[in-house]
């Protein structure tokens, strides 16, 4: 069985980023594994990946990261301080500060636009000579596009009301992230970690991160990527992920998970930890 810990990273004098460190068995201090970095969706926090990564981390070790503002970690009291510059910030100053050599992202949703970017940034230095890290492939999750997406007006106000509370936040959950909770119950994280994001986080993402326009940097990304495409998600639907991420990546590869909302990881851990070993085994 895999061990954990928690380590809080602080990133800059406001913002303390919590990262859960899972490490396969017997793992030797020098080792040639990569780490897995594991980054959640817009209302979630590193417990989105909790029926995964101990699946994963019995063979790899992993990082699941709390997003500024979001989980235990903390942000700054300023609303434009939520950016996905400023997320990819963060995850590139966590992976310097636990020293890893060798990493995968894993990131989902909102946390695909960050992994996008902040692989590119790796891929980038990597081209300069620059080995202090080795981005060695990337899973992107129910991709949020890295192009622009701006919202109808009235889109908006729902989506900046959907935490609002425990009834709206389950009634999302259930209804718009999933595809097989209707008729069971959620993990208990879910709608905690939705109501425990502070006010800065929860706008940023509809008020303006997901109309930040990355396309040029993902362009750029020249290592393995694995997309994994939810068939029934309504958030991220299948075609545009196809024309939106998928074409605008050159290693992009797409499998799409039967049966599944956009929540995939929690839908489906199982399959998704399968995809994921797969590639993982196959760098």
């Given at each position: 069985?895999?061990?954990?810990?928690?380590?809080?990273?602080?990133?800059?004098?406001?913002?303390?980023?919590?990262?859960?460190?899972?490490?396969?068995?017997?793992?030797?201090?020098?080792?040639?594994?990569?780490?897995?970095?594991?980054?959640?969706?817009?209302?979630?926090?590193?417990?989105?990946?909790s029926l995964v990564t101990p699946l994963v981390s019995t063979h790899y070790p992993s990082v699941a990261l709390d997003f500024r503002g979001w989980g235990s970690s903390t942000g700054p009291a300023d609303p434009n301080a939520y950016s996905?510059?400023?997320?990819?910030?963060?995850?590139?100053?966590?992976?310097?500060?636990?020293?890893?050599?060798?990493?995968?992202?894993?990131?989902?949703?909102?946390?695909?636009?960050?992994?996008?970017?902040?692989?590119?940034?790796?891929?980038?230095?990597?081209?300069?000579?620059?080995?202090?890290?080795?981005?060695?492939?990337?899973?992107?999750?129910?991709?949020?596009?890295?192009?622009?997406?701006?919202?109808?007006?009235?889109?908006?106000?729902?989506?900046?009301?959907?935490?609002?509370?425990?009834?709206?936040?389950?009634?999302?959950?259930?209804?718009?992230?999933?595809?097989?909770?209707?008729?069971?119950?959620?993990?208990?994280?879910?709608?905690?970690?939705?109501?425990?994001?502070?006010?800065?986080?929860?706008?940023?993402?509809?008020?303006?991160?997901?109309?930040?326009?990355?396309?040029?940097?993902?362009?750029?990304?020249?290592?393995?990527?694995?997309?994994?495409?939810?068939?029934?998600?309504?958030?991220?639907?299948?075609?545009?992920?196809?024309?939106?991420?998928?074409?605008?990546?050159?290693?992009?590869?797409?499998?799409?998970?039967?049966?599944?909302?956009?929540?995939s990881p929690l839908d489906a851990p199982d399959v998704v930890t399968e995809h994921l070993l797969e590639f993982l085994d196959g760098l």
């Open positions: 069985m895999a061990s954990s810990r928690t380590e809080l990273i602080e990133v800059q004098p406001n913002v303390k980023i919590n990262a859960v460190i899972s490490e396969p068995p017997g793992l030797p201090i020098q080792h040639e594994l990569p780490s897995v970095v594991f980054l959640h969706f817009w209302g979630g926090s590193a417990s989105t990946w996905i510059e400023a997320l990819a910030r963060d995850v590139e100053a966590v992976i310097a500060a636990l020293n890893l050599h060798k990493v995968v992202l894993v990131g989902m949703s909102m946390g695909a636009k960050v992994a996008q970017l902040v692989a590119a940034r790796l891929c980038s230095r990597a081209s300069k000579g620059d080995q202090a890290t080795v981005l060695l492939g990337v899973v992107l999750v129910s991709p949020a596009p890295p192009t622009p997406l701006v919202l109808p007006p009235e889109m908006r106000k729902q989506q900046l009301r959907a935490y609002d509370d425990p009834d709206s936040a389950m009634f999302v959950a259930r209804n718009v992230l999933t595809a097989t909770f209707r008729s069971r119950d959620l993990p208990n994280f879910v709608v905690g970690d939705m109501l425990q994001g502070n006010k800065w986080a929860r706008e940023a993402w509809p008020a303006y991160a997901m109309a930040e326009d990355v396309s040029e940097a993902a362009a750029k990304i020249a290592v393995p990527v694995l997309v994994l495409a939810a068939e029934e998600d309504i958030v991220e639907p299948l075609e545009r992920v196809q024309r939106e991420v998928c074409a605008r990546i050159p290693e992009a590869k797409v499998a799409v998970l039967a049966e599944t909302g956009h929540l």
